[in-house]
């Protein structure tokens, strides 16, 4: 029980809904009111499958999150966020010359990889790209997701979430996102206020759920190959992922399910239609960033080491390969198969490749975490969190090892550590779960309860926010910063209960 326990909450891609909110919101509670979901969904439906068939992806494709228990496809599991420091520093590099070109900022656009073997990607309000973790698997290169990225980016800077959005966002006041939200706050151990979210979530994505017209995409496709051109980042990836679509089409069942261009399958006349602008373009012959498809490749096989079937991934990284991309995806694999000798021996090979990789250290420390020598782990942790530059998720693993040494001559490393991480990633409610637990072991009452008020308010429980952040009041020094925050937190808390007392009227 407690091995399971400390396999969920330390999982280095903690299902958190940290990075879903962004940069402008704070406190969390503000997810909650974004619009409905806008996915790009437009599915390859094969042309001889039923259109009900159609029908019931989108469905279930937001339905998912809410009903762990909806058996329509075994691609049906819980959705949830997967968080990872590697994972996402690349997707921010990659991304960020896209975010220049479409006239935004690379601070304020966020790319979040959905736990979802699909193949699928969409934007759901707030300049925030979701991708599913299906669609870096199923990608031949970096290049074709910055396609895929670069389309979303349209409908952002052509405003189709919040115009479509507007009324159905005022009649629910709710969207997918709460739907992810709730399971995170599960697993960052909030389960009531996590099921509370999700049943409200499930029935208002289950109802509104809209569709872009087809001269959004259009222009949105224009507009991607428009990025594309300008950032200087060839458009062959995206007419490559367009095609793969298209092939997809006939091999519905056999590939991954591919819900990315659902209700617009891909027609030829939507590739013909930017092939032109891209490749008369300087940009098409440009050769591919190999930093950027090295590191794609390295998180690819990471992610099939830790998404597929153990079995599967062994297959596909048989014991022979010595490839770092073998040994990272084979380290996952035998840690959740239960082998973890055979774990500790993939990550020693791939930290002896490069003894300084901060993500090689990482997978090192989080495995021994994991498999319950929290000692052993904290050197390799130390390492990777300033070989990092203090990467929050990173020193969050760090600060948990601390704790679970339970020797207190610790405690002052984790409490410094956390709340680096917590001043950094401010999104990240098992950071603040696990700074309260330190608090709590060093005699700070008042202190734990202002980090139950921050992941409480994090994940929209706001009673329990509240009533945290009154205690917190009482015993934090008058003006202080933390004292602040906690009155900052009460009012907050105290505002949403009354928001939702009105709305329910
Ligand atoms: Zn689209």
Redesign the pocket.
């Known amino acids: 029980m407690v091995a399971a326990h400390l396999w969920r909450l330390s999982d280095q891609w903690q299902r958190s809904a940290s990075d879903q909110h962004a940069s402008g919101f704070s406190g969390g509670s503000a997810t909650i009111l974004l619009g409905p979901a806008h996915a790009?969904r437009f599915s390859i439906v094969p042309p001889a499958a039923a259109p009900v068939t159609r029908r019931n992806t989108i469905v279930r494709f937001v339905a998912v999150a809410a009903l762990a228990c909806v058996s329509m496809s075994p691609a049906a599991h819980a959705q949830s966020i997967l968080r990872d420091a590697e994972t996402e520093t690349l997707l921010a590099d990659m991304t960020a010359p896209l975010v220049t070109a479409a006239g935004l900022r690379p601070s304020d656009v966020k790319v979040v990889l959905i736990n979802d073997d699909s193949i699928n990607a969409f934007v759901a309000g707030g300049q925030i790209v979701y991708v599913h973790s299906g669609t870096i698997q199923a990608a031949k290169t970096a290049n074709e997701v910055q396609g895929v990225i670069a389309?979303e980016l349209g409908?952002i800077t052509g405003g189709h979430v919040s115009l479509a959005g507007r009324g159905a966002q005022e009649a629910t006041g709710i969207s997918i996102l709460s739907m992810v939200l709730g399971l995170a706050a599960m697993a960052a151990g909030a389960g009531e206020a996590g099921a509370g979210v999700l049943a409200a979530g499930q029935q208002a994505a289950m109802t509104k759920y809209l569709a872009?017209s087809r001269q959004q995409?259009a222009s949105?496709d224009a507009a991607g190959a428009k990025y594309l051109n300008a950032a200087g980042i060839t458009g062959k990836g995206y007419l490559n992922f367009f095609k793969t679509m298209q092939q997809q089409e006939y091999r519905y069942g056999i590939t991954r399910k591919v819900e990315y261009m659902l209700s617009h399958p891909v027609s030829s006349e939507r590739v013909a239609a930017i092939s032109e602008t891209l490749q008369s373009a300087p940009a098409w012959n440009k050769p591919l960033n190999q930093d950027w498809e090295e590191r794609f490749k390295r998180v690819q096989a990471k992610l099939d080491g830790y998404l597929l079937p153990p079995a599967q991934a062994l297959q596909k990284y048989p014991e022979g390969t010595q490839t770092v991309y073998a040994h990272y995806a084979r380290a996952y694999a035998y840690h959740r198969s239960g082998y973890p000798q055979k774990a500790e021996a993939e990550t020693e090979a791939l930290v002896a490749s490069k003894p300084s990789d901060p993500y090689f250290l990482e997978i090192k420390g989080q495995i021994l975490l994991e498999a319950g020598k929290p000692q052993e782990a904290l050197a390799p942790l130390r390492a990777a969190t300033e070989g990092s530059r203090n990467s929050p998720l990173i020193a969050t693993t760090f600060g948990h090892a601390l704790i679970a040494t339970e020797n207190k001559a610790n405690y002052d490393e984790a409490k410094r550590v956390l709340r680096s991480a917590v001043a950094r990633d401010d999104q990240n409610p098992f950071a603040w779960y696990q700074l309260g637990t330190v608090y709590e072991r060093t005699g700070d009452p008042a202190r734990a309860a202002l980090a139950t008020a921050e992941r409480a308010s994090m994940v929209g429980d706001h009673r329990t926010a509240a009533v945290s952040a009154r205690y917190a009041l009482a015993g934090i020094p008058q003006n202080t910063p933390d004292w602040i925050r906690a009155q900052d937190i009460a009012m907050t808390s105290a505002n949403s209960i009354d928001g939702d007392k009105r709305k329910r009227k």
């Open positions: 790009c389309h409908h872009f995409e949105t």
